[in-house]
């Protein structure tokens, strides 16, 4: 459990991931993302597909934000060899930390043997790089996100994700499932889709359990900090 009583406005961007993900994103986007990551002290920065990566590469030399990337992102419905051959040429760009997309589609489906078995074929392909499996909360039911849950736990990823960003949110039931789900075992918990006002409810998440928020808004969040102590959500800084 995140102590935010430990973490003032630099050291708090550590749980944080920005992402610049829409599909019509420019190089200056992404630039400027790379820069914000570096000012905010993110923990990663995303982009929606490796392509980006050079570019990513390039502004965070020199700094210790990880160049991130999603995997078949947003939809999840690659076939795992296609997933997995991604997840090599990522690695190979210089990615650092991935979020493939679970399909969803066959979670629902019940097709749990090739849902777990695109899980290990990531994490084989991920060569030893930060992994992250995406759920997307929106379109599952509890039952479903604990049962994806179980099987990122048994494929040996590093972090459950709550979505894509792309689609609707999650509330506190489904993030609990899933806290629920993964207690006792090594799977860290990334919360992304935080809906508005988006400073109070990343807050709320992180003080509910979460290790990491993934979302465009780090900066704002990051910003209103000390707001949401001065109004009593985040409890007081105390070095």
Not at 14 to 25: G, H, Q, Y
């Amino acid at each position: 459990m995140v102590d935010l009583t430990k973490y003032d406005k630099k050291s708090i961007g550590k749980l944080f991931d920005l992402a610049v993900l829409p599909k019509n994103i420019t190089e200056d986007d992404v630039r400027k993302g790379a820069k914000d990551a570096v000012k905010y002290n993110c923990a990663s920065y995303y982009t929606n597909s490796y392509f980006w990566t050079p570019v990513v590469k390039e502004e965070l030399a020199g700094s210790d934000v990880l160049i991130a990337a999603g995997i078949d992102f947003p939809w999840g419905v690659s076939p795992s060899i296609v997933k997995a051959f991604e997840t090599e040429q990522a690695v190979k760009a210089g990615c650092q930390s991935l979020d493939i997309t679970i399909n969803m589609s066959a979670l629902r489906s019940k097709m749990y043997d090739k849902v777990l078995q695109e899980l290990k074929d990531f994490k084989a392909a991920a060569q030893g790089c930060l992994t992250k499996g995406i759920i997307e909360f929106c379109h599952a039911t509890l039952e479903e996100i604990e049962i994806a849950c179980k099987m990122i736990a048994e494929a040996g990823l590093d972090y459950a994700k709550t979505g894509t960003g792309q689609f609707d949110g999650l509330d506190m039931t489904q993030f609990m499932k899933m806290k629920e789900t993964l207690k006792g075992t090594s799977v860290k918990l990334k919360v992304s889709g935080v809906k508005y006002p988006r400073p109070q409810n990343a807050y709320m998440f992180l003080l509910a359990g979460a290790d990491l928020i993934g979302t465009r808004a780090a900066p704002d969040i990051i910003e209103n900090l000390d707001l949401m102590r001065e109004i009593g959500i985040v409890p007081p800084y105390k070095p």
